[in-house]
């Protein structure tokens, strides 16, 4: 098996000596460009995932959306950490309308919950877990690795399983919890604008609640979920005080994701 994809600024080619493994890899980064001459060799052994020949991790299972799961993830942090052309949030987007919906917030918080839905209901999908930002205006740019959601809600695994939006999904279990991998049918092909930020929080015990952000607490939003901003040090200040003086920003407190899980208000409330 040889895979080899673009994805932001950096070429991989993704090699494995077990074919059994194609099946399972392949379908999820089969829309990525792909890549000449890449300079990030990703070997698959059996039980191990090596990149340009150093140990990036052994594998405790041999399940094989284990390894996938695995196999995604470390090709998503190795470009966080080595693409230095892009500011990355963490972060999921979803476009509409040709301007993007920035979703950020700790993990749990429910970004790639939300971006699910939005694309089951017509958006077109960007990224999910680290959203880049391209230089100097702020615009989000495709990383289209599948979304990753641990725990999903009932009524969203129905909905993926009626297939709306989905170009493909994967239902397994890590530690006895289901978790979905899910593949949105329309993907975006070019950097967009950002039509607004939404900030996602999960408190317990807190009321539903949401409020606009002023561009102080804006910035110190975007700055606390800034995934390479140490790394790009003033280029990350600027991205971030160009989206923070031009995009409306929002605070959503325990929010209810499929309420929200419509294009149309989302404009709206952008607007």
Known sequence: M????????????????????????????????GAEDAARKVHLGKDRLLLNGSLLEKFPSPEQALVADRVLYWI?????????????????????????FIFAGDSGSGKSTLAAWLCSAGAAFVSDYAAP?????????????PIEIVNPPPHLIARLKTGAGVRRNAFYHVGGVLSCRFLPQVIAAAP??????????????????????DQRATIASLAQLSLNGAALGHRAWKILAHLADRVPAYELVNPDLKDLACPEKLAALAS
């Open 2 to 33: 040889t895979i080899e994809i673009k994805a932001c600024s950096l070429s991989f080619r993704i090699a494995s000596a077990e074919p059994e493994l194609e099946n399972t890899i392949r379908p999820w980064l089969e829309h990525f460009p």
């Open 76 to 100: 998503k942090r190795i470009i966080v950490e080595r693409d230095s052309s892009h500011l990355f949030l963490h972060a999921s987007a979803v476009t509409y309308g040709g301007r993007a």
């Open 133 to 145: 930002l391209t230089e100097p205006n702020g615009y989000v740019a495709p990383l289209p690795f």
């Open 192 to 213: 967009v604008p950002a039509a607004a930020l939404f900030f996602l929080k999960r408190i317990p015990g807190a009321d539903t609640r949401s409020r606009p952000l």
